[in-house]
């Protein structure tokens, strides 16, 4: 019964629901489905990624440098840890 990154399930609210890929940030999972994202630095900094985290929980691969509210994440550098629903930028 082990779990891992590559089971959760990515619902992006107004476009469709999508497998993360295990190794990838949330961005880059977006992306390998064709879906559109805004992004800049790709590090955490510049916030052009900030999304709404409508439910579920991801993890940090690197600490966010921009501001971002309760309710938001950056994709560019997080990985879900449940399966998530978010809404873009
Ligand atoms: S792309 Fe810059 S914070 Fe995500």
Request: net charge negative.
């Amino acid at each position: 019964m082990s779990k891992n990154n590559d089971s959760f399930m990515v619902s992006i609210k107004d476009h469709k629901t999508v497998q993360h890929t295990a190794s990838k940030t949330l961005l880059e999972t977006i992306e390998l489905h064709q879906i559109e994202v805004q992004y800049h630095c790709r590090e955490g900094y510049c916030g052009a990624c900030r999304s709404k985290l409508i439910c579920g929980k991801v993890e940090y691969t690197t600490d966010p440098l921009a501001f971002i509210d309760d309710d938001e994440i950056l994709p560019c550098c997080c990985i879900p840890i449940s399966n998530i629903e978010i809404k873009l930028g």
